[in-house]
């Protein structure tokens, strides 16, 4: 799938069909996510692959926004790894960059995806830590459920002139002929 289109594509997917999603899958998302850029290049990040029912039930319990995870076969939590930074407080933007790029390479292998947030909610992060035996230096910052889509998704635009600016704040960038 070009990428691109995997781009425009994607969208969050929250009813799965009950097949497996196959180790080779997992993998590669993994890899995609290995693979993004990172400040420094710390690559401060670390993945849990949740697939056990008993754990996937608790995930609603700490998050009510993620009522689907027991649902699907398998979600991956990112985290950041407060040691592994070199550049405090970028683990954020670094983990965000590998989840963006695990949703993209889900969506180009027909995989559906929901990220589903856990950090700055500090009761979250605690109950996570808790759950997955985490130790202290270990951030989860978001669970990535992970199945194949029960139906199909419209691809639709949200490209908003009114939030782009030119050079400063408030000025317009037209695009003249280049946007139908
Ligand atoms: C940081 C973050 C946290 C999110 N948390 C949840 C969540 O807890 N539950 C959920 O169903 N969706 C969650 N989402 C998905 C958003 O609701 C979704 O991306 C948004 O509505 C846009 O829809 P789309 O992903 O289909 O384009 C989260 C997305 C982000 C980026």
Redesign the pocket.
Known sequence: METLTALHT???I?NYTDQAVPEQAILTLLEAAMIAPSAGNAQPWQYIIVDDPTVLRQVPVI?P??G?APNAPVSIVVCGDLNAEKYKGFWVQDC?AAIQNMLLAATALGLGT????IYPVEERVLAFQRLLQLPESIIPL?LIVIGHPAAS?ERKSRFDATKVHHNCWGKPRSFGTCRA
């Open positions: 994607r969208r969050s929250r998050n926004y993620a689907m965000s929901v990220w589903t947030g978001a998704s």
